[in-house]
């Protein structure tokens, strides 16, 4: 596939160097410090700007409904990812980081999972950012899950659910995501999809325009996510209609096409 990267992850020091994930991380506190760091990313070749605006979900130490970057330093990396023509999306469960970023300019929520319906009439008036949800993040598998993940996640995925589901009937644009590795279990059996189809309501062909052409516009891919003449010929055959029932997404493909070209094979964790 063709590959955006963020590069480093921008956080404020919020967790210890012992971490397991401290590597993904490039830390900083105060704006120009989050300038510099940003500025480094991008000389790096990052195609955007990620960085951490609340606490983490998966980190046990992390609060998820508490804002953890000021304002400045929110600014300073949205505008210093403005001058090099690119954006910021920021990961934000806690609605004060979530208003935060709407009016720093950050151009994607990643998450958005506390948001309140003050938060959401900001978003209705403010043009350029967007919503990118990811449900499937919040999937407990069962009772192999300690008590810890179903109290915690469970919560999450039923406020993400009510907030987004606002949003979908405001018609809002609202990106795709998963926050999933590829191969794993909610990744392959398409936990994004039904979740958003059976807990948000959503219809199968607008979740499928989220996830194509939706995605693409709030990317910067102005070429890409429709199949149209002049567009770029990436492209996914499946044998059923996911316009109809988007669960046909969570099947393999019957053939892929990378830059108008059949591709030899592709893998897929059956």
């Not at 948001?115 to 403010?126: F, G, P, V």
């Not at 990744?187 to 995605?215: H, P, W």
């Amino acid at each position: 596939p063709h590959i955006l990267s963020s590069g480093l992850i921008l956080s404020p020091t919020e967790i210890e160097q012992a971490d397991s994930i401290y590597e993904m991380y490039a830390f900083a506190d105060g704006p120009y410090a989050f300038r510099a760091a940003a500025r480094r990313e991008l000389a790096e070749h990052a195609d955007f700007i990620k960085l951490m605006a609340s606490g983490a979900a998966f980190h046990p130490q992390g609060v998820p409904k508490e804002p953890i970057i000021a304002p400045d330093e929110l600014r300073e990396a949205v505008e210093t990812a403005a001058r090099k023509g690119t954006y910021v999306a920021a990961h934000a469960h806690a609605d004060g980081a979530i208003r935060a970023c709407i009016e720093a300019g950050v151009r994607t929520v990643e998450h958005a999972t506390y948001l309140s319906d003050e938060t959401l009439s900001l978003l209705e008036r403010t043009e350029g950012c967007c919503l990118v949800p990811t449900l499937a993040a919040m999937f407990v598998s069962g009772p192999d899950e300690s008590g810890f993940w179903h109290e915690r996640l469970g919560a999450m995925l039923d406020a993400c659910c009510a907030g987004l589901k606002k949003a979908y009937r405001e018609g809002l644009p609202i990106g795709f995501g998963t926050d999933c590795a590829p191969f794993s279990r909610q990744y392959r059996e398409g936990t994004e999809f039904a979740y958003r189809k059976e807990n948000c309501g959503m219809a199968d062909a607008d979740i499928l325009r989220q996830a194509t052409e939706v995605s693409a516009r709030i990317a910067g891919l102005a070429n890409r996510g429709e199949i149209r003449p002049g567009f770029r010929a990436d492209l996914a055959l499946w044998d059923g209609d996911p316009s109809a029932e988007i669960m046909e997404l969570a099947k393999p493909p019957a053939a892929v096409w990378l830059d108008g070209c059949l591709t030899g094979g592709y893998l897929w964790n059956n």
